[in-house]
């Protein structure tokens, strides 16, 4: 890309995500809901001044969630996260199975192999964690016992959607599951989060005092990117996804005394990036696939719906595996219903490997759509939202009560 | 590149840049200098870790240049500028003019042709505006009016070069030169700077208040970003370059009543790319085409210095173009010795089109490099560096001083 035409697209991408995300809120829905409304309106199914495919776009978005994920680290507790762990886990096992089995059945139903209608099963499974994030941090809510569950849930759900993924790929390629290949991507998947925290625990404070007798400007900021980059990178290559190492690094650096400062300063650079991730996944939906006019396009609009309606139940009834403390159970299974990025990269592997036809690729893209799409404002309609403070969204302004309590 | 190269990449660039930056400053150099330094040993002249060609690691620190301009203009009192202008002008005009003779000159009697000889004087007229403002600001100088009269003259020298760059770019590829032609490109080059100084002081109040009714967070950041990537845009769309319209962008928002906020805030942004230009410069250096072990390279490598001292004798007397109100001349003069990016770019299109040998076009690199890391130090030994205030380097600290003056 040349440089005038990545100026333009910045361009686009900030004012369709201030454009929309400031009508989003005028209609009292969270901003992130309208920064993906405006990807769709530059994107490939509006006005396609962004192509969602250019490279460097896609580097800067995925530096976005990347960051995204690092900030919500930085805002977490690790105590209270541990403390509904249990809860978490529940929900996040619950919602995976329930959506899982009412996909595999119904590809089943509708006449297909068995191995297409797994694919329509692990589809359902993901949970986008970036986006819940966003959304209760929109809301000022990120403190809330309820949204601990969720974000707990979240990771645990990339975390089997990682190895789904992988399952379903290698099934995708013809190749054969064995117990002891799935029981060592789920230890590798798993393993790598208990260790990273361990072990970014004990390095993390040695460099926050090792940087603290730095004279060079910004270099807590800087070593703080460098370990949440590093982990995201050790992340991907231990099989793991870049967004729990990145998250990680957060969850470390939070529990150092240095915690709110970083922060602060990564709040600054990540508010540049964040935008940019939002609206390239509106920009990659493509509603020209599913045209009403055909019988085709009625046929495969048809099985999104019903696969969303799957979707959208199967994490609102697993909310209910989270027992007891008076939680909130229906806000919990709410707050499990965008599938976003994650569900896109299932459908895409879906089409490249010849596994789903172009139309049930576009069903497969509907039903991430419909729950990305409801799931804010569900969860915006059932939540309070927290008056803001000085530092505006993207949670930083919970993060006293949380790293305090 | 793939999204682990990208981090490491990143990771690469940061700590280049921390490390050698660090070292810098504890020898009382600028970080600009160790950034620089960092980069040559982390690229193809040394680890090898950062390739300076990568599109998108290209597009970041043009991103990165960009921004260094546009908070060098939001830190610049439109004023404070014109009052120096005379003496800015006379600096800049003496500053190419000198050593384009002498590099001429030293062409014909090293028996080059008429043509590659113009190229050579051409190659000696460039002031690198960003190496030269970020060691000012690292100095926390930026403020003084010597400081004024190079920054202008600075910006006078990249309008000449980049008039200069054309013609040399068109008699390279064997066109004809045309009065008419020459005076179009000057008038374009300098008219877009009024004109957009001029059309920007009238929006930039309009937009500033506009921006205050919106609710959406950081608008006012992004509403300046959008003015500055906009008018870099056009810039280059114009025949000018990108750095003058994102320096024309925050002089005109620096004069709005929300200028202090706007710089506070770009200069969160700002500091996450200006390092990856900086390291970029150093990683292009490629050091292998000097070899002092050929009569070759022996010879390339005089020319290259002979091309240098010319450069800095002329650069420096240059600087007694600023007449009178007790200015430092000699301050004046090796402020403008940096040719950085631009000279480098010169040396590219006489490589690209044939007109410099392989090896001219290391004895060019050499003169680029000697004048860019030598201007540093110089400048270093002759200001007092003003101690550091809450807002760390890149200039940020001394806005107060000069858009209150």
């Given at each position: 890309m040349e440089p005038g035409a990545f100026l333009l697209s910045l361009i686009v991408i900030w004012v369709a995500a201030k454009l929309f995300g400031e009508l989003?809120?005028?209609?009292?829905?969270?901003?992130?809901?309208?920064?993906?409304?405006?990807?769709?309106?530059?994107?490939?199914?509006?006005?396609?001044?962004?192509?969602?495919?250019?490279?460097?776009?896609?580097?800067?978005?995925?530096?976005?969630?990347?960051?995204?994920?690092?900030?919500?680290?930085?805002?977490?507790?690790?105590?209270?996260?541990?403390?509904?762990?249990?809860?978490?886990?529940?929900?996040?096992?619950?919602?995976?199975?329930?959506?899982?089995?009412?996909?595999?059945?119904?590809?089943?139903?509708?006449?297909?192999?068995?191995?297409?209608?797994?694919?329509?099963?692990?589809?359902?499974?993901?949970?986008?964690?970036?986006?819940?994030?966003?959304?209760?941090?929109?809301?000022?809510?990120?403190?809330?016992?309820?949204?601990?569950?969720?974000?707990?849930?979240?990771?645990?759900?990339?975390?089997?959607?990682?190895?789904?993924?992988?399952?379903?790929?290698?099934?995708?390629?013809?190749?054969?599951?064995?117990?002891?290949?799935?029981?060592?991507?789920?230890?590798v998947a798993f393993g790598f989060v208990v260790v990273a925290i361990v072990a970014g625990s004990i390095f993390a404070p040695w460099l926050v005092r090792a940087v603290g007798r730095l004279r060079v400007a910004k270099a807590l900021l800087f070593s703080s990117l460098i370990l949440a980059f590093g982990l995201a990178y050790a992340a991907d290559a231990a099989g793991s996804a870049m967004i729990i190492g990145a998250f990680a690094a957060g969850v470390v650096l939070a529990r150092t005394d240095k915690g709110h400062q970083i922060e602060r300063e990564v709040h600054d650079i990540a508010q540049f990036f964040i935008p940019i991730f939002f609206v390239m996944v509106g920009a990659a939906v493509d509603l020209r696939t599913l045209n009403p006019m055909t019988a085709d396009g009625r046929r495969y609009i048809m099985?999104?719906?019903?696969?969303?309606?799957?979707?959208?139940?199967?994490?609102?009834?697993?909310?209910?595996?989270?027992?007891?403390?008076?939680?909130?159970?229906?806000?919990?299974?709410?707050?499990?219903?965008?599938?976003?990025?994650?569900?896109?990269?299932?459908?895409?592997?879906?089409?490249?490997?010849?596994?789903?036809?172009?139309?049930?690729?576009?069903?497969?893209?509907?039903?991430?759509?419909?729950?990305?799409?409801?799931?804010?404002?569900?969860?915006r309609a059932l939540v309070t939202p927290k008056p803001r403070q000085e530092i505006p969204p993207i949670a930083a302004h919970v993060s006293e009560a949380m790293t305090d309590e």
């Open positions: 989003a809120e005028r209609f009292g829905q969270p901003a992130v809901l309208g920064e993906m409304v405006g990807g769709v309106v530059v994107g490939v199914s509006g006005l396609h001044l962004i192509d969602a495919h250019e490279p460097t776009l896609h580097l800067l978005s995925e530096l976005g969630v990347i960051l995204l994920l690092f900030l919500i680290g930085l805002e977490t507790n690790i105590h209270s996260l541990l403390k509904v762990g249990v809860a978490a886990f529940a929900v996040a096992v619950i919602g995976v199975l329930l959506p899982f089995g009412g996909g595999y059945a119904a590809g089943l139903s509708l006449g297909y192999s068995t191995i297409v209608s797994i694919f329509l099963g692990a589809a359902l499974t993901a949970t986008s964690v970036g986006i819940t994030a966003r959304v209760l941090s929109d809301l000022g809510n990120l403190d809330t016992p309820e949204s601990q569950v969720i974000l707990g849930a979240a990771v645990v759900d990339d975390i089997i959607g990682l190895v789904l993924l992988a399952i379903v790929g290698t099934l995708a390629r013809g190749g054969q599951i064995t117990a002891g290949g799935v029981s060592k991507l789920v230890a099985i999104g719906l019903v696969l969303a309606v799957i979707g959208v139940l199967g994490k609102i009834a697993a909310g209910w595996g989270a027992r007891g403390k008076g939680l909130r159970k229906i806000v919990i299974g709410v707050g499990m219903v965008p599938r976003g990025e994650v569900g896109l990269i299932f459908a895409n592997i879906g089409l490249t490997t010849g596994l789903l036809t172009r139309g049930l690729y576009s069903s497969v893209t509907l039903l991430v759509m419909v729950t990305t799409f409801v799931g804010p404002p569900m969860l």
